[in-house]
């Protein structure tokens, strides 16, 4: 059985892991080295290549292939980087670049579908639902992402967008995205739009987990109303998802993933607008907190090797 290796890329950090073998994932190692992406692309490339001789030193281990989980996705018509909120990486040929300069092949996929892969191969899918076929992992925190895990593997589609409900169409009431287009998920489910609208009707800033607090003490009518909209929306895109995908679970990441209301409140919204008479798609709670990215990265290459 071979190991698995892989790499998060983020836009602070660098993570690097190394897993015994796909059957047996225990970590052999694990370690980060900072991204400095003000430095730019070229230094990235080679913060990756200072991550994989790390992990060589620290193992003796030689990779075959090295799973990576970026911020945004390869294009792939043109094999260049996308979506990247770490810009310096757009309309680069990524993939060819860190290849080309490490000699090394990399199977890489956004870091949603890094998290998804990894609930579902070792986190709580794999817990709870081992028979799991399809599974939707969603990221709700600062933006709003996703990814579809078909049979244990990543599903990308055509055009490299696969699970990207985030942007998605919701509601004009969310107004401009940053993609361009009006009413996006991520316009009315993120924790940054969902402030701002608890701004927008209060008039002062507090930031979300103290608007959840004042919603379950009754003590602020605004934040009730922020938290029903919330609720109210997240239902309504959740139902989009399952009544195209049905898959056999949905996973909560990100920041808006920890909140308790979401699997209850949240999921009777969801009943309300899925097109069947009952739900009986599990809502999960992550079971890997933050090593799911890295260890999804490592779980790319399971196919490879």
């Not at 090593?291 to 090797?305: D, E, K, N």
Request: glycine letters at 14%; charged letters at 25%.
């Amino acid at each position: 059985m071979s190991a698995l290796w892989g790499i998060d890329l983020g836009g602070t950090k660098i993570e690097g892991v190394i897993l015994k073998s796909a059957q047996n994932p225990e970590t052999v190692a694990r370690l980060r080295v900072p991204t400095e992406k003000d430095k730019g692309y070229e230094h990235i490339i080679s913060q990756i290549g200072k991550t994989v001789d790390l992990l060589r030193e620290e193992t003796g281990l030689e990779p075959k292939v090295i799973g990576m989980g970026t911020p945004g996705s390869i294009d792939p018509p043109t094999q260049k980087m996308k979506n990247s909120n770490t810009t310096v990486l757009n309309r680069q040929p990524f993939k060819k670049d860190i290849e080309d300069r490490l000699g090394l092949k990399f199977v890489i996929a956004n870091d949603a579908n890094c998290f998804a892969v990894a609930e579902t191969r070792m986190g709580i899918v794999k817990e709870k639902l081992d028979d799991a076929q399809m599974v939707f992992g969603v990221i709700m925190g600062t933006g709003v992402g996703g990814g579809i895990i078909y049979q244990g593997e990543v599903w990308n589609g055509r055009q490299g967008i696969g699970g990207e409900w985030g942007h998605s169409y919701l509601d004009d009431s969310g107004g401009p995205c940053y993609c361009g287009n009006t009413g996006c998920v991520e316009t009315i489910l993120s924790g940054p739009h969902t402030e701002q609208y608890y701004q927008k009707i209060a008039g002062t800033e507090r930031k979300l987990r103290e608007i959840i607090e004042r919603h379950k003490k009754g003590i602020d009518p605004h934040a009730t109303e922020t938290v029903e909209r919330l609720l109210h929306f997240f239902g309504k895109g959740m139902a989009n998802i399952l009544n195209i995908l049905d898959p056999d679970a949905v996973v909560l990441g990100g920041g808006l993933g920890n909140i308790d209301l979401l699997y209850t409140d949240g999921v009777e919204k969801v009943k309300e607008f899925v097109f069947n008479p009952r739900l009986d798609t599990p809502f999960l709670k992550p079971a890997l907190g933050d090593s799911a990215g890295v260890f999804g990265a490592a779980f790319l290459t399971s196919r490879f090797i």
